[in-house]
């Protein structure tokens, strides 16, 4: 009977994350008929960088490959960098639509191949972790650019207002997310880190190492904003043009605080902790060091954070305090075993833009202040270690000098 129920279970939780998946798939799907149909058309910065990361980690895999599958491989990347080189050539619109379709469909063919690999059991070294990462980045980035699509197809009048666009791309990418994260979690339960999620509990005792990890990675990403403004400055870079945090003009929708601490900072902080660090980062360190674990989810991560339409400073900035961020959140997980030090710190990162949308411009100085004084108190158990080492240090050279000074044969 147990094992009856057992088997139903697993059978429900197979229908279910097939459900997810062919979701994920369809949306993929609608990316690629959006760029044939002409109705919207991918942008080609966007198309050379996913190009670029799928043949970075397929091409190694060619010499391993036998027969069939590795003329697959050089087909697939040669037919990809054709087609998204083909644009620059061509003058017809039209074909030019033909073109990125066929690209759209190749890098997502070899994406989803890479990230059904847990599915088959088959992440056995390095190479292929690296190519599940990739194939499951850009797997959900292109069903959230054809979802998107569609929904500006539907309604034009969307793309006209950049605050009820920016608020709807980001209940799609999250809820791309979302669906990654159910598929994953029903079909291979394993590669979520679900106990990462579990409460150390309800004293402070417990609950200490992971606010202090978390306001350590705030202190640090405020360190490196810090140095990116003074180097920027130099640069005779408008800071008012830095950052990708869009806000609400006259007759737009106007969100309250709850509203808009939960849809731009609790939620992204869950939802892109659960799969940048409780997926990527945790299935990378399994076959990789720390350091390319780090690299390649913090990578990722930034790159999740880039819009086309930036300039270059704005994409170097936003790509460096993302991929920062990344990195200092993966080594707070890794250090405390914890999601909640990850997700602590992105939401307390995500909480000033947050706050920006809905408290008047002259209150915000004060709320940057409070959160660097916040990050301040997380470094503080190092300064305090600091001087106790140091305490420690000279009370032992007292100690041995005493000793010295006691000795007969010192007389």
Known sequence: MTADVGAGTRGVRAVLAAICGMVLVLAGLGHVAVNLTGARASHFELLIVYV???????LP???????????????????????????????????????????????LTCSLAWAGRPMRGRLRNSLDTAQFCVGLFVADQFAAYGVGSLILIAWPDLGLHSWPLSVVGELVQEGCLLLVIATYGLATPTLVNWSGLRGPGSRWTTWRPIVIAALRVEFGVIVFQLVLALVLGLLHIDLASIGNATFPAAGDWQPTLPVALLLLALLPGVVEELVFRGVIFRAARTRMPLVGAVAIASGLFGLGHLSPDMAPANIASVLGNAFVLGCLAAVAYQRTGSLYAAILAHVLNDTGPALAVVLPHEVMPWVVMATWELSVIGMLPIVFGMFRRQRQRLAAVRSAGRVIESNPLNR
Do not use: H, K, M, N
């Open 61 to 107: 895999s060619t010499p391993r490959a036998r027969g069939r599958q590795r003329r697959l491989y050089v087909v697939g990347v040669a037919l990809a960098v054709v087609s998204v080189l083909a644009p620059l050539a061509t003058p017809d619109p039209a074909l030019q639509g033909v073109e990125r379709s066929v690209t759209v469909a190749v890098i």
């Open 52 to 58: 670029g990361l799928v043949a970075t980690v397929g």
